[in-house]
């Protein structure tokens, strides 16, 4: 994921500088048109004439990167409702071959492409928002941390929205909240684990990895950095043992 700052810094939701008292939660969006740049948006936002919508960040469609159109803790204009006074809010942008006939119903002229869009901006959202959750120490499977605008409105903090699911679901992808939420924890508990060596011992791990005198847990880490007890020590002189004692 690559992070741009692109702060609207002509939005009047910006030039009023209100702040979150806290961050509590994430919210997830998609533009509603057939628009895959993030570019574009940042470009009409940025107008004191824009005076009526201001998010977080944009996900470009074409590349996955992120656009950074708030500093993450200034209150946002993005959910219609309470949402805006304790989440965060994230547009993902859209692809160009799809075109809505009503309200959040649409037509695509190419599953293929508009599939990749997707796929791309769901990607670069789930390292997005595992990046925030550390931030700002938020369980992404509490109740009401993560939430789309669609679940916002459902909890009456938002305005009546179908996003993002409306796009996941005419696409025939299985995408949803909950494998949303699931793949932030599990972006999340990746990045804890500890499987990356010093400068010092990097060649006596990699010697221990390739004849597989250690293995890493269920998850695969190696918890270099963890004490050894007497037991893991015991597989280790196996594992030397059965490699080299034939």
């Not at 979150?20 to 969006?29: A, P």
């Not at 946002?76 to 799809?98: D, F, K, L, Q, R």
């Amino acid at each position: 994921m690559k992070l741009i700052e692109a702060i609207l810094t002509r939005n009047p939701c910006y030039t009023q500088g209100r702040k979150l008292s806290k961050v509590q939660g994430l919210m997830l969006h998609s533009v509603g048109c057939p628009q895959p740049s993030a570019q574009v948006f940042v470009k009409n936002w940025n107008s004191p004439s824009h005076n009526s919508s201001c998010v977080h960040a944009f996900i470009d469609g074409n590349s996955g990167d992120v656009y950074q159109t708030l500093p993450w803790e200034r209150r946002g204009w993005h959910a219609g409702g309470a949402a805006n006074n304790t989440h965060i809010g994230v547009e993902m942008c859209e692809p160009s071959c799809i075109r809505y006939t009503h309200g959040a119903t649409f037509i695509c002229s190419d599953l293929t492409t508009a599939r990749a869009v997707a796929r791309r901006t769901y990607q670069s959202a789930v390292e997005l928002f595992a990046m925030l959750c550390e931030k700002y120490s938020l369980d992404p499977l509490a109740d009401g941390v993560i939430i789309s605008h669609k679940e916002g409105s459902y909890r009456s903090i938002a305005s009546p929205h179908a996003d993002p699911e409306h796009l996941w679901t005419q696409l025939g992808m299985s995408y949803t909240m909950d494998t949303f939420r699931k793949a932030v924890k599990s972006k999340m508990d990746e990045k804890k684990l500890d499987n990356t060596p010093a400068s010092w011992s990097k060649e006596s791990v990699d010697w221990v990895l390739q004849n597989k005198l250690m293995v890493g847990d269920n998850r695969g880490d190696l918890m270099l950095r963890s004490p050894l007890t007497r037991e893991q020590f015991c597989v280790i002189l196996k594992n030397y043992h059965d490699a080299f004692h034939k």
